[in-house]
Structures are given as structure tokens and as C-alpha cells.
């Protein structure tokens, strides 16, 4: 399991009315979400965002709500991995619940700048930035959570 993608980059604490305004939460769309995209605080994201790219983020990524919405918005708008210094709880758990690929790793997130192409093995956790030439160690998911997410998240895998 592999992510290959250009950088879009934001820094601390982006909660979930961030990652996709409440105003439209009264849709089931996945597609609809994603179209909605970090548009609060980067209204370029959906224009610029292409499918394998990946999402770089500082401390607390995810905080507020705990709504599902915002790990399937960023799922659905290409988005093929998070990486970020630490995740809100409740977000992480979301987000590996709908298959959405997220890391830990402070010094990739400290490091890494938008634009950057990055590769994500997430078998061994480690994140190469192409750009520079620096890799990273980020923790790998257990097989467990490797399999969710393989199958495209809790649901899936339990059914297949």
C-alpha cells in the first residue's frame, strides 16, 4: 500500500467546520463534500487538488466535531494520505474508519512544504520527500488497520 502525490499543506489545529462547513452537512454526497473542500481556508484546494495527492498539517489536525463528514470530504475530493504532527482523536479513529490513510510524524510535517511530491509506504511508515530527498519514519499501521483501510474502511472490510 503506496501514496504518490504533490503536497497541499496547512498548519495547526484546521478543525472539521474547516475541513467542511457545517453549511453543508446536509448532504449525503460524497462528491458534494468534497467539492466543499477545505474551501474556508484555502479556496483553491478542489481546483488544485488532483487524485494521490497528499495533505501536510502541523498539530491537532481534525479538533472540533467529530463528525464523519470530514475524513470523507478529504477522502473523496483525492486526497490518498494525511500526514500531520498529531491528529484530534476522534478524527483519526473517523478517518481510518471511512479508509482514509493518515500519520504521525512531526518531522515530516515540520519539514515538508506545499507543493512538494511525496511517497508514503505504508507498510514500513516511511515518507520520502521526492523534493528534497529526505525521508521520514512515521509508525506503520498494524495489519489490522492496514486491511481497513485496504478495503476502503471498517464497513467494507467486515463485509468482504
Known sequence: MNAHGTVHKYGDNVDTDVIIPARYLNTASHAELAAHCMEDIDRSFVSKVKPGDIMVA?????????????????????????????????????????????????????EIQNGDEVEVDFTTGVITDVTTGKTYQAQPFPPFIQNIIQKGGLLNSLTK
Open 58 to 110: 502541523q498539530k491537532n489536525f481534525g479538533c472540533g466535531s467529530s463528525r464523519e463528514h470530514a475524513p470523507i470530504a478529504i477522502k473523496a475530493s483525492g486526497i490518498s494520505c494525511v500526514i500531520a504532527a498529531t491528529f484530534a482523536r476522534i478524527f483519526y479513529r473517523n478517518a481510518i474508519n471511512i479508509g482514509l490513510p493518515i500519520l504521525e510524524c512531526e518531522a515530516a510535517a515540520a
